[in-house]
């Protein structure tokens, strides 16, 4: 029936300029999907398409090592429904005993410590977004734990390489020290600049001529399925 | 104090009488086919909001948006899970997040089906309503459309995965649209109808037994149709 309404010209198609793809929380623009699922092999391919609607990437290790890891945790954990602050709260409790393990040098023993912080603070946010179960505290345990954690990263790191025995007075503790005060002031500048400007990043302008042609979706692509298939 | 807002919103100069721009405004960007309500400025949306504003969610529908939207939904248990949820909870959930909110959600299952549990008892929010019967899509379509009257109306399948951001995508649409799958070879595809319902039931009268767009698997019973 829907084939003979468009072949009719009775009811039009809706298009891809039609269609507002911007995803604010991916700072990405996505072009719509509609897939048939017809079977168990459909729904696999299916899930390696949602997955692959990741954030971006940003390093290597975003590219390239966490993915497999996200995918690895993020199918077991949807189907046995975890929710997702679950995981953040487990990548909370790995934080603080992290930070005593760099602490006491033993970086090279534990340190996946760090590894699996940073790829649950993967995991959860897909798992959130993948099962609907995003929250305003979900989010804010996330980021909040995003901003918090780097600079007693920093400081935890200088102190088991050997500020604990050369003081913070030395060259080491000075730059962690230096590392520290650049990352609060790169933080408070994110905070500031949209409320001097009168704007908010990444898209400031949003309702005007620059706003649209930044954010208009792609047209006349074909569907990307097979190529974002990893 | 939302009361108070609203009493001095009703006692402003720009909206005690004639024209509203914040409402004429509001309602010329509903038609621009671009439009997201998170990128009207909330203190216009505010405005038009309050105007009208009682306690109940009926009431608090933008003017000029305040077409109801209908759902009908045909569910079934053979399409597979996406991450542990199945087709029918996806829909629901995309449905969940519109604003405002579908009146009502029409779930049609197969004869004798089981109800399908939700997961999320947030979905149970939705003003869901459970069918079951025996009689071919056509007919039940028509039965949805002739009760629905002048409300519009947004047919979605069970065993198609849907972006969430469509069913928004649609509600402030004012003409009826169809979207289908980006893919050529798939035959997925998502039925937005305003208040021209005319339209279809011209096109069921016409082909009555005509099986739905959609692939066969969904003619079968037991199979999920929404």
């Given at each position: 029936m829907a084939a003979r309404l468009v072949?009719?010209?009775?009811?039009?198609?809706?298009?891809?300029?039609?269609?507002?793809?911007?995803?604010?929380?991916?700072?990405?623009?996505?072009?719509?999907?509609l897939f048939t699922v017809d079977g168990p092999e459909r729904a696999a391919k299916l899930e390696r398409f949602l997955l692959s609607n990741?954030?971006?990437?940003?390093?290597?290790?975003?590219?390239y090592?966490?993915?497999?890891?996200?995918?690895?945790?993020?199918?077991?954990?949807?189907?046995?429904?975890?929710?997702?602050?679950?995981?953040?709260?487990?990548?909370i409790f790995l934080n603080p005993r992290r930070y005593s393990v760099l602490g006491r040098r033993l970086f090279h023993h534990r340190l996946h410590h760090?590894?699996?912080?940073?790829?649950?603070?993967?995991?959860?946010?897909?798992?959130?977004?993948?099962?609907?179960t995003d929250s305003e505290i979900g989010n804010l345990m996330d980021h909040g734990l995003d901003m918090v954690h780097p600079p007693l990263w920093y400081l935890s790191w200088a102190y088991g390489l050997g500020v604990a025995t050369e003081g913070w007075s030395s060259a080491l503790g000075q730059a962690a020290i230096a590392i520290f005060a650049f990352y609060v002031v790169d933080r408070l500048v994110l905070k500031i600049y949209p409320y001097i400007f009168k704007a908010r990043l990444p898209h400031p302008f949003a309702h005007g001529r620059v706003g649209a042609e930044l954010h208009r979706p792609p047209q006349h692509q074909p569907t990307p399925l097979h190529h974002r298939l990893y | 104090m939302?009361?108070?807002?609203?009493?001095?919103?009703?006692?402003?100069?720009?909206?005690?009488g004639g024209p509203r721009p914040a409402a004429r405004r509001l309602r010329e960007t509903a038609r621009d086919r671009s439009w997201n309500p998170r990128r009207v400025p909330k203190e216009e949306r505010d405005l038009v909001v309050r105007r009208s504003a009682t306690s109940t969610r009926e009431a608090r529908r933008p003017a000029g948006l305040s077409h109801d939207r209908l759902i009908d939904a045909v569910a079934a248990g053979s399409a597979p899970a996406i991450f542990g949820l199945s087709l029918l909870e996806r829909h629901l959930h995309g449905l969940r997040n519109l604003k405002p909110a579908p009146t009502r959600v029409i779930i049609d299952l197969a004869a004798g089906a089981a109800e399908p549990k939700l997961g999320d008892k947030r979905l149970y929010r939705l003003q869901l309503e459970w069918r079951r019967g025996g009689e071919s899509y056509a007919e039940r379509l028509g039965q949805v459309l002739a009760a629905a009257a002048a409300e519009s109306l947004l047919v979605l399948d069970a065993t198609t995965l849907a972006d969430p951001r469509l069913p928004a995508t649609l509600a402030v649409r004012t003409a009826s649209t169809i979207v289908r799958s980006r893919e050529a070879q798939d035959r997925a595809a998502i039925l937005f109808l305003a208040d021209d319902h005319d339209l279809i039931l011209a096109e069921l009268h016409a082909n009555p037994g005509t099986p739905p767009p959609w692939p066969p698997v969904w003619s079968k019973p037991g199979a999920c149709r929404c």
């Open positions: 072949e009719t010209g009775r009811v039009p198609v809706l298009k891809d300029a039609e269609f507002n793809g911007f995803v604010r929380r991916l700072r990405r623009t996505l072009p719509y999907h990741y954030k971006g990437s940003t390093d290597l290790f975003t590219r090592v966490y993915p497999p890891l996200v995918w690895l945790l993020v199918r077991p954990l949807a189907r046995w429904r975890v929710h997702p602050n679950w995981v953040t709260l487990l990548s760090g590894l699996c912080m940073s790829v649950l603070d993967s995991v959860d946010g897909k798992l959130a977004r993948l099962t609907f | 939302p009361g108070r807002a609203a009493a001095s919103t009703l006692r402003s100069p720009a909206l005690s």
